[in-house]
Nanobody, 115 residues
């Protein structure tokens, strides 16, 4: 199982970024996928989850209306569109799933929101 994130970077407050996670090594279309983040000196926080079909999504309150999670089961990818970014969104963002009762993580991608 491999989860590889991309798309992080430095952006000004109010800007946008799109993160992508490429999954391999498991039957992607059968599993819910999530994005988590971890800010410096803070615990890891679940940001958004999408069901296996994409028909259900769930967000932490602090990103509702600004972030959108989506997936493409033909390409085995899950994306996180982040708009109206704030300095408090600065964190390492991780792709996540629970497959065969094992929690899987990518290596993370850094998002920095700063002027």
């Amino acid at each position: 199982v491999q989860l590889v994130e991309s798309g992080g970077g430095l952006v000004q407050p109010g800007g946008s970024l799109r993160l992508s996670c490429a999954a391999s090594g498991f039957a992607f279309r059968y599993y819910a996928m999530s994005w988590y983040r971890q800010a410096p000196e803070k615990g890891r926080e679940r940001v958004a989850t999408i069901s296996n079909t994409g028909g259900f999504t769930n967000y932490v309150n602090s990103v509702k209306g600004r972030f959108t999670i989506s997936r493409d089961n033909a390409k085995n990818t899950v994306d996180l569109q982040m708009n109206s970014l704030k300095p408090e969104d600065t964190a390492v963002y991780y792709c996540n799933t629970v497959e065969s009762q094992i929690t899987r993580w990518g290596q993370g991608t850094q998002v920095t929101v700063s002027s």
